[in-house]
């Protein structure tokens, strides 16, 4: 039985760097394509972004995929980052570190409310 794509992505070219605009729900059933996706554009670029605006729902395969792809991109001399993440991704990412450890410092938590 195939599982249904809930997630796709966009990157952008620009020079030396590229952003990679992702979109949807991602969980374990995608993290081995958000895997090869991340080390695809690490190999193709000297500044990474990943752009989670839009992405509503990660879970713990995917902390370990952003987490192995920052090790990735360290081992390259390159430069990766998150950005705009925001809501229930946001949350567990500044809850496990992972934001402090990969976001950009301007991109600050959100105000409480």
């Known amino acids: 039985m195939a599982t249904e794509q809930t997630w796709h992505w966009r990157v952008d070219v620009c020079a030396d760097r590229r952003v990679v605009a ?3 729900e ?3 059933s995608g993290a081995d394509r958000l ?13 990474v972004e990943v752009d989670l605006e839009r992405v509503t729902f990660i879970d713990s ?5 952003l987490v192995g792809a920052h ?3 360290t081992d390259r001399g390159v430069d990766l980052t998150l950005v705009n ?3 229930q991704v946001r949350r567990v990412l500044d809850m496990t570190g992972i934001m402090q450890l990969l976001g950009r410092m301007a991109d600050p938590p959100p105000a409480a409310i």
């Open 22 to 24: 992702l979109f949807g």
């Open 26 to 28: 991602i969980d374990m």
């Open 35 to 47: 895997d090869d996706l991340l080390h695809e554009t690490i190999a193709q670029a000297g500044t």
């Open 61 to 65: 395969t995917v902390l370990s995929t």
């Open 71 to 73: 090790h990735h991109a």
């Open 85 to 87: 993440a925001a809501g």
